[in-house]
């Protein structure tokens, strides 16, 4: 649909995929996470996925040095950030090299002309200049030089709160794009002033500056014959109630607050700052109000023994890590094994191995955290399937590792860490009871009458007592030696030992009660192939199956969010189906659970790029399968 207004042509679309790309020092992630912001006041359904250079310091102006931002919105429920952008804002040549790729045929593309000189043309690896020889044919162009109307934006403002010289006023340029995309797509800018506002009050004249490049950005949209068409996607309709924008590291951290409230325990985060689980440090940081304590410990091994430490007095203990960290935290998780104290330990799971790709997304850690301990050391694993999901996901880790007595992993990954979406708020009468009792006295009558055993253990969850020490006549043996049965003195005996692994086992295979059944989404009912996923590949997974079913195909479609142990009806459900295709950012991890679990021929489909599948693609892969 189209209309007029102010002499421009509105074009009335369903949904809009922008990406802003720059050198890191340009602001995109700024400029993406306001336009996310203004666009989640104006209603839509949103889905982001922002991209950072896996080096600290890349070199400034190369392709390596690239920085993104892509937003997904809609007037309607959406999965996926977008598998390629319709507008692409390019801050100089190295990003419109690395961005350009992606652009399909006939999208628009605005370009700083100010950046396109000779050097930055070298660095970014172009022999000649896209902008004049023939590359960019295909293409709506829109040649906008950036960064000098945002030094003479700012150099007209009259400002009582000083100046700015002319690299600060340069670095604006970021909002200019951000006020331009804005006018375009016909998005509120008051949220973005006070933004600036208050992120730059103990320097008013940098919040002048930037506030002026963005209303001349709006106001060049207005003026300029470059754009003949304005942008309008109405806002979604969505579930009444109440929303907030969230990256998952953000709902993971109100699920561990939350989690907190609910089992009614101190929490106590332990953590050795790694990309991408920094923010859950952080955001943790700023809450004591709610009783939450956080250490910064000097490494992975002193974080994840801090919070056992604090599991073993009485706290809800929390450790948050990535892959390499995950790693060196094994041997403590398996002393909470033999422990059997809870420990919430969150591996928000990047590219590797060892230091790998820090910024980039991937699902290789499932096998580590299933089976990558010492000994026969069994563990809850689960994941969650996007943003919103990671509160419900650490909700969910608290009240196993609480009721069980065992440390749960929790397995999320970049791409949902950084990833926003609207999130609705739940209601508190909502959430589960999770409230834990603590064991007060003794438990056994020995020969010298009543006394505590450590590991007498509750006849339905096989979870031994948790007593807080310092509890009068409660006084108890741990370590990391194997324990007696019930008294949990120290023990060598082989019939003891081969009892307490088979317990140990049989208490986590008894959680397979306790969790959700593996629902299946299969309209017809009549689909003869199955999709299997589990983690962040829920949004691209369920977006081609939609495009699949809009073809007249039939396909169905599991996630699982518990992966050990699996809910009791999986192999139910794998084995109903002719073909399994499993999508998975790794080498085919659940594929091989699966097989060797249920006996089953599941297919494998996996990449490991750095970033998220692309629905169009998995759609396509299913067409094939399905045929």
Request: net charge negative; proline share 7%.
């Amino acid at each position: 649909m189209s209309g007029q207004v102010r002499d421009r042509q509105i074009h009335r679309l369903d949904r809009v995929v922008i990406r802003f790309a720059g050198d890191s020092g340009d602001g995109m992630q700024l400029t993406g996470e306001q336009f996310t912001s203004e666009t989640a006041a104006f209603g839509n359904d949103l889905s982001t996925l922002p991209d950072f250079p896996a080096e600290i310091r890349a070199p400034a102006g190369t392709p390596a040095g690239v920085s993104g931002f892509q937003l997904h919105f809609s007037d309607h429920d959406i999965l996926t950030p977008g598998d390629a952008p319709n507008m692409l804002v390019a801050m100089n040549p190295a990003a419109l090299k690395s961005n350009l790729k992606d652009l399909p045929t006939g999208a628009d593309l605005v370009v700083n002309t100010d950046a396109f000189t000779s050097a930055n043309l070298k660095k970014a690896g172009y022999s000649s200049d896209p902008l004049t020889d023939g590359t960019l044919d295909g293409y709506r162009v829109h040649r906008v030089p950036l960064s000098s109307m945002t030094i003479d934006a700012v150099n007209a403002l009259e400002s009582s709160t000083g100046t700015v010289n002319k690299k600060e006023a340069e670095r604006a340029k970021n909002m200019f794009a951000l006020g331009l995309m804005s006018w375009l797509y016909q998005r509120p800018t008051d949220g973005v002033v006070a933004f600036l506002e208050k992120k730059f009050a103990k320097r008013p004249e940098i919040a002048a500056a930037n506030i002026a490049a963005l209303r001349a950005g709006y106001n060049y949209g207005e003026t300029t014959e470059t754009f003949a068409v304005v942008y309008e996607v109405a806002p979604a309709r969505m579930k009444p109630g109440r929303y907030r924008r969230v990256s998952g590291n953000l709902a993971l951290s109100y699920g561990l607050i939350a989690a907190a409230e609910l089992t009614g325990l101190p929490l106590f985060l332990g953590s050795y700052p790694i990309t991408p689980a920094s923010d859950i440090l952080h955001e943790l940081s700023r809450h004591k109000r709610f009783g939450i304590r956080t250490f910064q410990a000097e490494d992975e091994i002193a974080g994840v023994g801090a919070a056992l430490g604090a599991s073993f007095g009485g706290s809800l203990g929390v450790t948050t890590t990535s892959g390499p960290g995950l790693a060196l935290k094994t041997e403590t998780i398996g002393l909470a094994v033999t422990l059997e104290l809870p420990l919430l330990v969150v591996d928000i799971q990047r590219g590797g191995p060892s230091t790998g790709l820090p910024t980039k997304t991937e699902q290789a850690d499932l096998s580590m955290a299933v089976h990558g301990r010492n000994g026969e050391a069994p563990l809850p694993v689960i994941a969650p399937r996007s943003p919103a999901d990671c509160f419900d996901a650490a909700i969910e880790a608290a009240r196993l590792a609480t009721k069980y007595r065992t440390p749960v992993i929790l397995l999320s990954d970049g791409y949902l860490a950084n990833g926003s979406e609207p999130w609705l708020l739940p209601d508190r009468a909502d959430l589960p009871d999770l409230r834990v009792t603590f064991t007060t006295g003794p438990n056994h009558t020995g020969d010298n009458g009543p006394e505590f055993w450590p590991y007498l253990r509750d006849n339905e969850t096989l979870a031994r007592p948790w007593a807080v020490p310092g509890t009068p006549g409660l006084e108890h043996r741990i370590g990391g030696l194997e324990k007696a049965d019930g008294s949990g003195g120290i023990s060598y005996d082989p019939a003891n030992h081969d009892r307490m692994v088979r317990l140990r086992q049989a208490k986590i295979d008894g959680i397979a009660r306790d969790i959700p059944a593996l629902d299946v989404d299969d309209p017809s009912g009549q689909a003869r192939v199955l999709v299997l996923g589990w983690g962040s590949t829920y949004g691209p997974i369920a977006a081609a199956c939609r495009r699949v079913r809009a073809k007249g195909l039939q396909v169905a479609h599991a996630h699982l969010r518990h992966l050990f142990p699996f809910p009791e009806n999986t192999g139910d459900v794998v084995r109903a189906y002719d073909r399994i295709l499993v999508p998975e950012m790794n080498l085919g991890q659940l594929r091989a659970m699966i097989r060797a679990e249920f006996l089953v021929d599941a297919i494998g489909y996996n990449q490991v790029r750095g970033l998220p599948f692309k629905a169009a693609e998995l759609a396509g892969v299913l067409e094939d399968v399905i045929k």
